[in-house]
């Protein structure tokens, strides 16, 4: 039905480099991740190879210094890289941030030897991260995980559940925050584990609404020995560690959600313009052309919103705050677009025949994960009110 090609987002972008670097991307994306991606997402396939691929074109390590295989690339650059990807499927980009965000405690609390040792692999050498934060018990209260690491002699020991990981099961990597401690966020110390380690094991896959190509599962720790050389930060630096990777974090699901918003305004505006009821094209009819006009305002605010908390980021100043109002803004954007884009497209919409249903699955989850909405406006009200009474 749809006939209309979308055209590609106007970028605005600071180099010459960054504008080769998107070409790239969307040749990646409109070859190779695009026409595969109803399928294997319908039969849960995960995409390994795609990230081998983006590994070998240096799309993994793109925020990261370049000493250490990284791409040098600001992160304004890197999460128009994102939306492109998750544009294309969701499973890819969200896969891409999640495991930046896996690379962000060792690449900024590592120490120079641990960087040198650990990071070329992780950011170019094919491996794939997973971020081992949420428990079954602790999801929003995170300070209160219970994964323990004890001490035996040069290393720890470090067992419990870890509830919720992407790439469960199959990372090569995991950053594991574990309590080495007291209670309560001083407690808490971050390690990077091998994913082959002994002891460590991952559960089925949860069946998702959604993303079923992107495995998610719980990850379990049996006793799981590490170097104290793995240890990343000081003792009980841990949870420190992990607010700043989840600012950071954030700002990719922000990039994620726009992408996946515009790839529904794109196929709403095709199959708007191409179906005909009453003699014309529906696209002709003023209140769905409202409902579009709508659409690609909410999606050019968002993005606007995350590209300003990036700058941020980039030239050194807070950016907290910014970032939880991106990720607020982002992902409830692309639930409403989503939604409104099945509704464009009417009966056809609610079809797995086109892919607006499942921009709109895959939607919601992206409201949740690395802090739900509440939280997000929790921690914007701290930065505007102080702290709340208890």
Same mark, same amino acid.
């Given at each position: 039905?749809?006939?209309?090609?979308?055209?590609?987002?106007?970028?605005?972008?600071?180099?010459?480099?960054?504008?080769?670097?998107?070409?790239?991307?969307?040749?990646?994306?409109?070859?190779?991740?695009?026409?595969?991606?109803?399928?294997?997402?319908?039969?849960?396939?995960?995409?390994?190879?795609?990230?081998?691929?983006? $590994?070998?074109?240096?799309?993994?390590?793109?925020?990261?210094?370049?000493?250490?295989?990284?791409?040098?690339?600001?992160?304004?650059?890197?999460?128009?890289?994102?939306?492109?990807?998750?544009?294309?499927?969701?499973?890819?980009?969200?896969?891409?941030?999640?495991?930046?965000?896996?690379?962000?405690?060792?690449?900024?609390?590592?120490?120079?030897?641990?960087?040198?040792?650990?990071?070329?692999?992780?950011?170019?050498?094919?491996?794939?991260?997973?971020?081992?934060?949420?428990?079954? $018990?602790?999801? $929003?209260?995170?300070?209160?995980?219970?994964?323990?690491?004890?001490?035996?002699?040069?290393?720890?020991?470090?067992?419990?559940?870890?509830?919720?990981?992407?790439?469960?099961?199959?990372?090569?990597?995991?950053?594991?925050?574990?309590?080495?401690?007291?209670?309560?966020?001083?407690?808490?110390?971050?390690?990077?584990?091998?994913?082959?380690?002994?002891?460590?094991?991952?559960?089925?896959?949860?069946?998702?609404?959604?993303?079923?190509?992107?495995?998610?599962?719980?990850?379990?720790?049996?006793?799981?020995?590490?170097?104290?050389?793995?240890?990343?930060?000081?003792?009980?630096?841990?949870?420190?560690?992990?607010?700043?990777?989840?600012?950071?974090?954030?700002?990719?699901?922000?990039?994620?959600?726009?992408?996946?918003?515009?790839?529904?305004?794109?196929?709403?505006?095709?199959?708007?313009?191409?179906?005909?009821?009453?003699?014309?094209?529906?696209?002709?009819?003023?209140?769905?052309?409202?409902?579009?006009?709508?659409?690609?305002?909410?999606?050019?605010?968002?993005?606007?919103?995350?590209?300003?908390?990036?700058?941020?980021?980039?030239?050194?100043?807070?950016?907290?705050?910014?970032?939880?109002?991106?990720?607020?803004?982002?992902?409830?954007?692309?639930?409403?677009?989503?939604?409104?884009?099945?509704?464009?497209?009417?009966?056809?919409?609610?079809?797995?025949?086109?892919?607006?249903?499942?921009?709109?699955?895959?939607?919601?989850?992206?409201?949740?994960?690395?802090?739900?909405?509440?939280?997000?406006?929790?921690?914007?009200?701290?930065?505007?009110?102080?702290?709340?009474?208890?």
């Amino acid at each position: 039905m749809p006939d209309r090609a979308p055209q590609p987002v106007d970028r605005q972008l600071p180099t010459d480099e960054a504008r080769d670097l998107i070409s790239l991307v969307r040749d990646i994306a409109h070859r190779e991740i695009a026409p595969k991606a109803a399928e294997e997402e319908d039969a849960g396939r995960f995409p390994r190879e795609i990230f081998g691929l983006l $590994s070998d074109a240096g799309l993994l390590g793109l925020p990261y210094d370049s000493e250490y295989g990284g791409g040098d690339q600001p992160y304004e650059v890197y999460l128009q890289v994102l939306e492109e990807l998750a544009m294309a499927r969701l499973t890819v980009g969200l896969g891409v941030s999640v495991h930046t965000l896996s690379c962000h405690a060792l690449a900024n609390y590592g120490t120079k030897e641990q960087r040198a040792e650990y990071l070329p692999a992780m950011l170019g050498g094919g491996l794939l991260g997973a971020y081992c934060l949420s428990e079954p $018990s602790s999801g $929003s209260d995170a300070a209160s995980l219970r994964t323990r690491a004890v001490r035996t002699g040069d290393g720890w020991a470090i067992t419990g559940t870890k509830a919720w990981i992407t790439h469960g099961g199959v990372a090569d990597f995991c950053t594991v925050l574990a309590r080495s401690g007291g209670e309560g966020p001083r407690g808490i110390t971050a390690f990077l584990v091998p994913g082959h380690t002994e002891g460590l094991s991952a559960a089925p896959p949860e069946r998702k609404m959604g993303m079923k190509g992107s495995p998610t599962a719980q990850v379990h720790f049996d006793g799981v020995r590490v170097s104290d050389g793995r240890r990343i930060g000081d003792e009980g630096q841990g949870f420190a560690i992990a607010l700043a990777a989840l600012d950071s974090g954030r700002l990719g699901i922000a990039a994620c959600a726009i992408g996946v918003a515009q790839a529904a305004l794109d196929e709403a505006v095709a199959y708007a313009t191409g179906r005909e009821q009453f003699g014309r094209p529906i696209s002709h009819f003023q209140g769905l052309r409202f409902m579009l006009a709508d659409m690609a305002t909410q999606i050019e605010a968002g993005r606007a919103l995350y590209l300003a908390a990036a700058r941020l980021r980039d030239s050194g100043r807070p950016f907290a705050k910014q970032a939880a109002m991106a990720k607020l803004l982002c992902t409830d954007t692309a639930m409403k677009v989503t939604t409104d884009a099945v509704q464009v497209l009417g009966g056809y919409g609610y079809t797995a025949d086109f892919p607006v249903e499942r921009y709109m699955r895959e939607a919601k989850v992206l409201q949740i994960v690395e802090g739900t909405n509440q939280i997000q406006r929790m921690v914007i009200a701290r930065h505007l009110a102080g702290p709340e009474s208890h």
